[in-house]
């Protein structure tokens, strides 16, 4: 049997001595894995569909999952051309594959993804504000909200200052906080508030304070390795 899935490659490894399995992440199915098999010459016909952010259709042989054609549609590889893309690419790789679970089909998020990836290649608009909205929604989907404008212990309006607790991904004001807190600048706070607002397509009309996208970023990644044991690599 065979299967047509709409997928993007988020992982490619060596397998075998010709050979490569790749992460796809699909439309249909969510994360599954497939193999290519003697892609590694220059001449194979499949070659193209082992590079990460490969999308288009994939045919994949059941039970074996080994690719037998792909017609692409994009392979964003404007990203490859400019070292502060392909950081921010990999690092939306990076949290799929960690993020993902196998066969959990998530529609929206492939359809997020897809945007995301774009905005990264063609858009013109801070690449960091990409990611950082890419994280907030991943994080939102598990239930952890970051831009809020209320304490989300006691329900007090901030003002000033508020905290990440890194023990619940919470983000609290003053009075609520506790040891295992970190702080939210006032700056940083606006600059989640707003990103969160925005949708991708008009990030480039936002001008954040300087600097105040790598705060949001870092503390952002805390919380990444916090709740998933694992750092991104961010520029
Ligand atoms: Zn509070």
């Known amino acids: 049997m065979s299967i047509k899935v709409k997928a993007i490659v988020i992982g490619s490894y060596d397998y ?3 050979d490569k399995r790749v992460t796809l992440f699909t439309l249909e199915k969510g994360k599954i894995y497939a193999i290519l098999k003697s892609v590694k010459s220059k001449n194979a016909k499949l070659k193209f569909a082992k590079e990460l952010f490969c999308f288009g259709d994939f045919f994949i042989e059941t039970p074996s999952m080994v690719v037998t054609g792909v017609d692409v549609e994009n392979n964003f590889f404007e990203i490859t ?4 893309k392909y950081f921010v690419a990999c690092a939306i790789l990076e949290i799929l594959n960690t993020t993902l679970k ?4 998530n529609s929206a998020l492939f359809l997020e993804t897809l945007k ?3 905005m990264v290649a063609y858009g013109d608009v801070n690449d960091k504000y990409v990611l950082i909205k890419f994280l907030l929604s991943i994080f939102s989907n598990m239930g952890y909200m970051f831009a809020l404008s209320n304490c989300s212990v006691c329900g007090e309006k901030f003002s000033g200052k508020r905290y990440l607790n890194l023990d619940f991904g919470e983000v609290v004001c003053v009075g609520c906080k506790s040891a295992n807190c970190i702080e939210i600048s006032p700056r940083a706070g606006t600059a989640l508030k707003l990103l969160n607002d925005t949708d ?33 690599k961010i520029l």
């Open 102 to 105: 196998e066969n959990e089909i």
């Open 16 to 18: 075998k001595e010709k």
């Open 81 to 84: 051309q400019n070292i502060d």
């Open 200 to 232: 991708y397509d008009k990030l480039s009309t936002l001008k954040l304070s300087k600097g105040s996208e790598d705060e949001v970023l870092n503390i952002l990644n805390i919380n990444f390795d916090r709740r998933f044991n694992k750092k991104l």
């Open 116 to 118: 995301a990836l774009g």
